[in-house]
């Protein structure tokens, strides 16, 4: 079957990168991902990654931190991972870089647009971390915005849930999930897909997003062939 999309985002939670521990890397979990992803990659898809830093780091716990320092402190954690997840991809051949929007030369490239999207095209990965390099801004609106600097086709945001629901179905049976959904819907209604920031910049680029659950493995595989799991967010249905 042929791929449904060129070009991809893949947007990776800090805390999906934890498996079931919550916290730090789940080798198992860093290794099944990396495996999915060489399997689009196989497919031809050109395939760029978000990660956030949620298993090593949440932002300020405390009224006693600057908020500027607490969110540089995220973007180092989403580093840790991004070279965690570039080590388990190359270990599996898979050629793959790095690219951080804080300069740390000895370990990664520093972000340049021209160059990511070289790398895509000679079939290399490429992951971005250090989000923006600017505090209050999330990884969520890094993939937005990387999504619309280098003209992915569409963000698959990975989640530990399987779609958007109209409440949390962890504590709510009766959560009712949504198959699709305009960026309005989702602006309007508060759903937690996105923040609003990088839910707008995905609105005013026409990036459609598909969320889905990462416990399935072959998942990834299954929103790139066009299947239709989770749940899509786009201008109208």
Request: net charge negative; glycine share 8%.
């Amino acid at each position: 079957m042929r791929p449904k999309y060129k070009r991809v985002i893949l947007k990776l939670s800090g805390e999906a990168l934890a498996g079931d521990q919550g916290f730090g890397l789940n080798e198992k979990t860093i290794d099944s991902i990396a495996d999915q992803v060489k399997e689009i990659f196989d497919l031809g898809v050109e395939v760029s990654i978000v990660v956030g830093g949620g298993n090593f780091w949440r932002g300020r716990s405390g009224k006693g931190m600057d908020r500027t320092t607490a969110d540089y402190m995220g973007m180092l954690a989403t580093v840790i991972n991004a070279l965690a997840l570039q080590d388990a991809l190359e270990s599996i051949d898979v050629l793959t870089r790095v690219q951080t929007a804080i300069e740390m030369r000895q370990i990664a490239e520093p972000y340049i647009r021209r160059k990511a999207v070289r790398h895509l095209e000679k079939g290399r990965v490429v992951i971005f971390a250090a989000g923006t390099g600017n505090p209050y801004f999330s990884t969520d609106t890094t993939a937005a915005l990387r999504a619309a600097e280098i003209e992915a086709e569409v963000i698959l945001l990975a989640k530990k849930v399987d779609g958007v629901y109209d409440s949390d179905p962890k504590t709510n049976p009766n959560a009712q999930k949504f198959d699709e959904l305009t960026y309005i819907d989702v602006l309007n209604k508060g759903l937690g897909v996105m923040d609003s920031t990088a839910t707008s910049l995905c609105m005013d680029n026409k990036i459609p997003i598909v969320v889905f659950g990462l416990d399935e493995p072959q998942n990834i595989k299954k929103v790139i062939l066009g299947e239709k799991i989770g749940t899509i967010v786009r201008e109208e249905y």
